[in-house]
């Protein structure tokens, strides 16, 4: 694979072009896609998700230079303006792939006014006028840096955020015994680290819409005995009440990812991902599960990559058929209620449980913001709530409570 | 001090009759008052502490039998039926003393009947009808119980909530890990404890109320040298707009609790509650605060127990002042919506740093709902939401990045 037009910058002029490009296109009239890149010679892979209206950002990451090997790149020509919601029509590539060249190096800021790069023409989310994504870039004295977009109070989407953050440094004590905890050698006192995630939660309005979020990260150590790297990540579902073809649907599009990579990985994950996004005072899951994993350095860093991209390219046709689906879907009072008591669980398990939110809030100087962009925009908390007998609400609770399986555990033999 | 009629029970039988006084009570008739006993021989000293309508309980404490010599009394007139809104008229002892004998054992139950219990004429706090303190007896597998009693969605009070438990067992080892960083000295593996506390979190209705928080607890632990016990607690209050005579009058009346017992008390545990309640990652204090304090083990168990009682007494003269003064103000959406947000910060601080939150949590078999239930009805989160300058919300958040001295720090000198 080969990438086009590439321009090599710092972290700070990296956000600094995404968030110029993200405010020309901050029109609310198009779907954009995120994309990490990872660069290696003239060789690219690739990470995209794609998330309706927001920010563009592409991050490429040269393995030839610097303290970790580490540098940032902007390829100005990744935005693919596709929109996930839109029907009848050939999906575009995501990338200009057309416009390959690896030897062009003119500024980025010309591809902005390129007409190819706008598609004004599908936007089946429609929002209210003054619910736009709010970008922000922003950079960590320690370096790197990232962007946060935070979509708030839209029609479709009640609250929806984007994280993209590149970042370096000196891994803190906290997050070094935690990956020892782990089963990490790390052995030098001092720990250089490199990492790069995207992540995203949306809130939906409709409470018969599910919540979705997603992970993508990989990172870097380096010890005394060389550097160590790893992916980990994962996507997720949330419903307020159980559709079992959604359920089924979304699992069998990360299945089917995870099936082209090794047939004993989506079993491994599912089950990761049942235990992790777990609520243990109250005994239940957050939501319907979906994949979890860590520490993915096998069977090679380009089969690892190739999987995690697999998976990340999966998040969209997993969801957005469901948004399509249920967000039109009649609904009042009580089933509002219930939303906002589920999504405070949705906040019990991130500010309790949640490994990545602990860690960054323990961070000093972190981003809080970015951080917490995960949170719905309102919950709620009523003492002693429980489903009436057989309603739609203890239907979920079952789910919940003793997590099942969506689709059949092993790919059908292909002999 | 000698006690009028007291019953022995074990704690399941103490936390049924409370429960069933309070449901005898549950008229939404009065104001009751929750009591935490510690009865020695025949000389009985108490924490106090009155709850606008809800439920009665007394426990005492006898010294004198069982693993740590603990067992559970209640005490049947030691509710008062005082309604700490009712203006004009003198306050009711708290205890009726007049009714004392030791020696009387008959059935608290006869008591429901006696018509001086009752106390209808009051009633500042209306509620409306569906609103209503749920009471809630609860026990704990490996020792004692308790009483949670919450009332949701009032027109005064949005959510309040008062939790009283009195549990022994044996140490979990996250809390022996925590007690040695304090500086305890535990020498046994295995730690018997006796711990008796009240508990309560008011969030109004209105925004002009602030929030109030107390917590009075009282704790043993036996290793091979012995029993070691100390009090620990504090009042702190969470306003969301500033009013900086609300403020003075709170820490004055703490102050005046404090400077009973020593006059170096109130500069002491107000700056550790300002340390204490803070959000970090913010940058910022929960609210105006009070006074917290733990591991207060001197001069004298009898003094220490008199100074926390002073304390429990201090929170009614304190808090309903306030409440009285701006349960009617005039507010509209924009406070609504300000008063939501910053719940979502009481909501960050309970569940990311309150050691109380985050041990009750982490304890097997935890009463997960009484721990929880200091979480507002409702909370928000916007992403990067920042008051407008010299908005009464930026006045507001000025004082909690700085906390301020509310009276002077030192008594008038007597001479």
Chains 1, 2 share one sequence.
């Not at 005994?283 to 520490?295: A, S």
């Not at 908390?381 to 739609?392: I, L, V």
Request: hydrophobic fraction near 35%; include cysteine.
């Amino acid at each position: 694979m080969q990438v086009s037009r590439f321009y090599k910058y710092s972290a700070r002029e990296a956000a600094d072009r995404a968030s110029h490009r993200a405010s020309l296109r901050g029109d609310n009239k198009r779907a954009l896609t995120f994309l990490i890149w990872k660069w290696s010679g003239r060789s690219v892979s690739w990470i995209s998700c794609s998330v309706p209206r927001g920010a563009a950002c592409t991050l490429l990451r040269n393995p030839s230079s610097t303290p970790l090997n580490v540098n940032f790149f902007i390829a100005s020509g990744a935005s693919t303006g596709a929109d996930p919601l839109s029907e009848g029509r050939s999906r575009r590539p995501r990338l200009h792939h057309s416009r390959a060249s690896a030897a062009d190096r003119e500024p980025a800021w010309n591809d902005e006014k390129e007409e190819e790069d706008f598609d004004f023409e599908k936007q089946l989310f429609i929002i209210s006028p003054e619910a736009k994504f709010k970008v922000d870039r922003w950079e960590r004295e320690e370096g790197g840096g990232g962007i946060t977009c935070v979509l708030q109070d839209g029609r479709v989407f009640e609250k929806a955020g984007v994280n993209i953050s590149v970042v370096s440094g000196v891994l803190p004590p906290q997050a070094v015994q935690q990956m020892r905890t782990r089963g990490k050698k790390l052995e030098s006192a001092e720990l250089p680290f490199f990492a790069a995630g995207v992540s995203a939660v949306i809130h939906p309005r409709n409470p018969m819409v599910p919540t979705i979020h997603f992970n993508y990260r990989y990172f870097e150590v380096k010890d005394k005995n060389g550097v160590q790297w790893w992916f980990g990540g994962g996507t997720d579902l949330t419903p307020y009440y159980l559709n079992e073809e959604d359920a089924k649907h979304f699992h069998g599009t990360l299945k089917q990812a995870c099936d082209e990579h090794d047939p004993s990985y989506y079993a491994k994950f599912k089950k990761w991902c049942d235990d992790y996004f777990s609520i243990p005072h109250r005994g239940e899951r957050r939501g319907v599960g979906g994949i979890f994993f860590d520490d993915v350095d096998y069977p090679s860093q380009e089969k690892a990559f190739n999987f995690v991209t697999s998976c990340a390219e999966a998040v969209i046709p997993s969801y957005i058929p469901l948004v399509k689906k249920h967000k039109d879907a009649a609904y009042g009072y009580y089933e509002r209620q219930w939303q906002l008591l589920r999504r405070g669980r949705y906040v019990e398990f991130n500010l309790i449980y949640d490994r990545g939110t602990k860690f960054g809030l323990y961070t000093p100087n972190a981003r809080y913001e970015s951080i917490l962009m995960s949170l719905p925009l309102n919950a709620k908390w009523e003492y002693m709530h429980t489903p009436k007998p057989d309603s739609p609400e203890e239907k979920l609770m079952k789910v919940l409570k003793e997590p099942k399986d969506w689709v059949p555990l092993f790919a059908e033999a292909k002999c």
